[in-house]
Each structure stands twice: as C-alpha cells, then as structure tokens.
Nanobody, 125 residues
Framework: QVQLVESGGGLVQAGGSLRLSCAAS????????MGWFRQAPGKEREFVAA????????SYAEAVKGRFAISVNNAKNTVYLQMNSLTPEDTAVYYC??????????????????WGQGTQVTVSS
C-alpha cells in the first residue's frame, strides 16, 4: 500500500508561482514512477507531468511545458511540482499519483495505482 499526501496549493495571481509537494509513505518510494494530474470543474482529469524512479525521465503536457517542472527527492520520499507563470487556465485540483510498475513515464491516469487526496490551485486574473 502507498499513501500520498499533497500540499502547497492555494490562491495566486496570474503570473505567480506555486510549488506543490507530494509526500509518499508505504512501499519503497524509489521503485515507482510518480505523476501529477489535475482536474478542473466539469472537465476530465488530465495529465500534467511525470517523473521516473531514477529522476532522469520526465514528461510534460504541452500546456505546461516550459512553465512547470517536476522533481523528486528519494531521500525525503517526496515529489515536487514547481509551477511558474501561472494562468487562470491552470486552476484545478492537483493530484499526485504513483505507478508501481515503474516503467517509463505514463501519461494516462489509468496507468497509476495510487492517488493522493488532491490540493486546490486557484489562479486569479
């Protein structure tokens, strides 16, 4: 079993930055791939970013490429999402997820096994 707890969400003005954290506990953190997804009201959950267990492989959605950065600290069992140049379109509940297979950096939510409870990010114009 894996427990994931997100933090760092909040209200920020357009153009601002936030850093989300996801603390993992349970099974060996360094053995699985971690991802961030988001879901806005009335929309489906969408992929944001993912990082391999080694930290060498990353993948980003086109909408956030160049603005967001995913990173991992295996010693702290924590994955981060640095979000810069935020726009109102980034407003959503952000979820972190763990893929226990740990192969590559999957982009579909169905490939992830465990999820956090989510943290709200609101960007005002």
């Amino acid at each position: 079993q894996v427990q994931l707890v997100e933090s760092g969400g909040g209200l920020v003005q357009a153009g601002g930055s936030l850093r989300l954290s996801c603390a993992a506990s349970g099974r060996t953190f360094s053995s699985y791939t971690m991802g961030w997804f988001r879901q806005a009201p009335g929309k489906e959950r969408e992929f944001v970013a993912a990082i391999s267990r080694s930290g060498y492989l990353t993948s980003y959605a086109e909408a956030v490429k160049g603005r967001f950065a995913i990173s991992v600290n295996n010693a702290k069992n924590t994955v981060y999402l640095q979000m810069n140049s935020l726009t109102p379109e980034d407003t959503a509940v952000y979820y972190c997820a763990a893929d226990l297979e740990g192969a590559g950096v999957p982009r579909h939510h169905s490939q992830y096994d465990f999820w956090g409870q989510g943290t709200q990010v609101t960007v005002s114009s």
